[in-house]
C-alpha cells in the first residue's frame, strides 16, 4: 500500500494536467473533467489516510509476541528501547524494527 501511495503521489498530479489540457484541447465538456480530477486528485490522500489509519491500528496477538521477542533481544543486545505502556500499534512495531536494522551489529538480524 505504501508503494502504491508513493507512486500515486508523484504521478498523479502529472495524469490529471494531461487529461485536464486533453479534454480541453479537444473541446469536451468540462463538468465530468472535473469531476474525474478531483476524483484522482484525492486517490493519494485517500492512501495516506488509510496508511494512517492502519498504523494506528493495535497488534494482533501474534504479532504482539513477536513485538515483545524483538524488544527483549533488543535490550539484551544494548540497545534503548521504548517502553511499551499503553496498547501496541503497527506504528511502534515499525519504530521498533527501524531501530533494529540500524543497529551496527548486524548479527542481531540473523536470529529474527
Do not use: H
Not at 485536464?20 to 489516510?49: D, K, R, S
Not at 534503548?80 to 533494529?100: F, N
Amino acid at each position: 500500500m505504501a508503494c502504491i501511495t508513493r507512486f500515486a503521489i508523484r504521478f498523479i498530479p502529472t495524469l490529471v494536467i494531461f487529461t485536464l489540457t486533453w479534454q480541453i484541447a479537444l473541446g469536451g465538456q468540462l463538468g465530468p473533467e472535473i469531476a474525474t480530477v478531483l476524483f484522482a486528485c484525492f486517490l493519494p490522500m485517500q492512501g495516506l489516510w488509510l496508511l494512517g489509519r492502519r498504523s494506528l491500528t493495535p497488534l494482533p496477538p501474534i504479532l504482539l509476541q513477536w513485538f515483545i521477542d524483538v524488544r527483549n533481544k533488543l535490550a539484551a543486545s544494548g540497545q534503548g528501547v521504548v517502553s511499551t505502556e499503553g496498547t501496541l500499534t503497527y506504528q511502534a512495531l515499525a519504530d521498533l524494527l527501524k531501530r533494529a536494522f540500524k543497529q551496527p551489529d548486524k548479527t542481531f538480524l540473523n536470529d529474527l
